[in-house]
């Protein structure tokens, strides 16, 4: 009886996964709102970086995450955070007025990215402002030290687009990567939260302890 | 001299074959331990587990080294069931190991069952948000959505799998073709430049052509997603509409018309649709007092049908899943700052056998010892008389 049963039970073996063989389905649902698209593909964020020099390349390029300790951080309680994905190591919607809202990244990427003044620029680019020169930086930016990082915040809005758009921007070095923090969206919005990234500048700390901050 | 049917009975019923199994299922568990370090849990189970042989690669072929969990697992049931056909005899002295072996073979089946059958699924709701579909943790589907209807969106949902094979479809809903024109795994997205000298973007229409698609390794560490992306162009009876990126980090809401009749596309999360919604009231975190460690978690949540049916409250918190209509709901993940919880929702046809056959192999071995200690009694009483 075996004889003939056990070459049964080990075909069913073999054949029973390809049972869940996926298909195409179709199907009816009630009418469902679509997530919107990030403003900077729809349109309301410049996508170009104009005058952006090398950091137009860098924006272009294939770039790898940071990848290693990171670091850690406690976003303001109104901030709603989004689902990170494979560039973002942190993504939080800031709400605005009538659904405009601002769009908070953390971004992580292997060595020095182009350098301060290149990354500047490429956030300078995004707002249609005109580039900074090397001398401009010390005046443009202003350099935070805390938690053993020492951050480079910037602060740029260009009132003359359409609607006007802003971004604080902040960058770090980190354990042989650069991390990027930047709260870009309405000027208007952006400036009413800039405490409320100062604050959570001062809660970025490493998750374990520091090898090179710097 | 033995016939090669019954040499094979032979083989099949030995207790050599229990022991090499069993010390082969150690060898396989042990491997697998050490490996989850480099591929994570899922993929673990995966390739030592939920599959006749464990493979390896070389170069493109992919070579047996070792048994997999389902051979050990259907020999060594296959090696019990015969060995209680042809070598047990059932006497009521024996009584209690036979119903422990039952425990044991509804365990291994139960398992089978629980490996091919078992749905896996999350839910994730803001507080007061409401949904009526789970989405899949590993599963993507490319998501056509017909939204000309006023009142229903008529999806058609085309798995990834068909993507990854570059399928071209031809669905009796959808008035154009589907092909694939490239696909990745897992890709990163960024911002196309202006800069010179940069490729043409492969999509024609919608937002990919403001994007540069680069395929990354695809990641097994537990803590980190994969976002496959692919290209897919839309050929209609007089030719292309477009080429289209679509990615899991795009919402589905790029849009395409034709002959009056317009749709939403993208990749998404392969979704499991279901005849009732839940909608998340209230969520709470508690700590233990004066530390970080987490006490509790639970999610107050109300079950509502179309019909009027059902209209109540539940809460759902650690070891106490909710259970309906066939699914269960286990407490997953919390946000509490950001009032987001995440339910674990599983579909497993078969989750009762665990309980019972560890019910039987309980009893079974407590009256085997209980047939023992009798006779032991009976026999020290008989001696001091």
Not at chain 1, 193 to 203: G, H, N, P, V
Not at chain 2, 47 to 70: D, M, Q
Not at chain 2, 163 to 192: C, D, G, M, W
Not at chain 2, 283 to 307: A, E, M, W
Request: some cysteine; aromatic content about 10%.
């Amino acid at each position: 009886m075996l004889f003939r049963l056990a070459p049964v039970l080990l075909a069913a073996l073999v054949l029973l996964p390809a049972c869940r063989d996926e298909k195409i389905t179709d199907y009816r649902v009630p009418k469902e709102k679509p997530e919107p698209l990030p403003p900077i593909l729809t349109g309301q964020l410049p996508t170009g970086d104009a005058g952006g020099g090398s950091a137009s390349n860098m924006a272009g390029a294939a770039v790898p995450t940071a990848t290693g300790e990171g670091l850690s951080w406690t976003a303001p309680a109104h901030w709603k955070p989004k689902a990170a994905s494979a560039m973002r190591k942190g993504s939080y919607a800031v709400p605005g007025e009538n659904g405009a809202d601002a769009d908070f990244s953390i971004t992580a990427f292997p060595g020095d990215v182009g350098g301060e003044l290149a990354n500047v620029n490429r956030w300078r680019g995004q707002l249609e402002l005109p580039p900074l020169n090397e001398s401009d930086l010390p005046e443009a930016t202003t350099r935070l030290e805390q938690n053993g990082l020492n951050f480079v915040v910037v602060d740029f809005s260009n009132d003359k687009l359409a609607k006007p758009q802003a971004i604080l921007g902040a960058l770090v070095p980190f354990d042989g990567a650069t991390w990027f923090f930047k709260l870009s969206g309405p000027a208007m919005l952006v400036g009413n939260e800039k405490t409320a990234f100062l604050t959570f500048l001062k809660s970025v700390k490493p998750a374990a302890p520091a090898r090179a901050t710097q | 001299m033995k016939t090669i049917a019954l040499q094979f009975r032979d083989f099949f019923v030995s207790l050599k074959l229990t022991v090499v199994l069993l010390v082969l299922s150690l060898v396989l568990i042990f491997a697998a331990t050490l490996d989850q370090v480099n591929l994570g849990i899922w993929a673990v189970q995966e390739k030592y587990f939920r599959a006749l042989f464990v493979l390896w690669r070389v170069g493109e072929i992919p070579v047996p080294v070792f048994p997999g969990g389902y051979l050990i697992g259907g020999l060594l049931l296959i090696n019990l069931v015969a060995a209680h056909v042809y070598r047990f005899k059932l006497t009521w002295r024996k009584s209690g190991i036979f119903l422990t072996h039952i425990g044991l073979i509804l365990l291994l089946l139960g398992q089978l069952f629980t490996g091919l059958w078992q749905e896996e699924y999350q839910m994730r709701l803001a507080e007061g948000e409401t949904k009526n579909y789970s989405e899949s943790y590993r599963n993507n589907e490319l998501a056509i959505i017909e939204t000309t209807d006023p009142k229903f969106d008529h999806v058609v949902a085309i798995p990834e799998s068909l993507l990854a094979h570059k399928a071209e479809i031809q669905h009796p809903s959808l008035p154009f073709r589907v092909v694939t024109r490239a696909y990745y795994p897992n890709a990163a997205l960024q911002i196309r430049s202006n800069a010179a000298g940069e490729p043409p973007a492969p999509a024609t229409a919608g937002v990919g052509r403001k994007l540069i698609v680069t395929p990354l390794p695809v990641t097994y560490k537990q803590d980190e997603l994969n976002f496959p992306a692919a290209f897919i162009e839309l050929i209609g009876p007089e030719g292309s509409l477009g080429t289209w990126a679509v990615s899991t980090q795009l919402a589905t809401s790029q849009t395409v018309e034709y002959a009056g009749r317009s749709w939403r596309l993208g990749l998404r999360a392969q979704r499991a649709y279901k005849p009732f919604s839940l909608t998340l009231e209230k969520v709470q975190h508690d700590l233990y007092p004066g530390t970080d460690i987490p006490k509790n978690f639970s999610s107050k949540v109300r079950i509502t049908t179309p019909d009027g049916r059902d209209d109540r409250e539940v809460l759902i918190y650690m070891n106490n899943p909710l259970r309906y209509a066939g699914l269960t709901f286990y407490q997953y993940q919390m946000d509490s700052e950001h009032d987001t919880s995440v339910l674990q929702v599983v579909r497993n046809p078969s989750w009762l056998v665990p309980y019972i056959s560890c019910s039987l192999m309980a009893f079974g071995l407590l009256v085997q010892f209980g047939i023992h200690l009798t006779g032991f009694i009976g026999k020290r009483r008989r001696a001091i008389a």
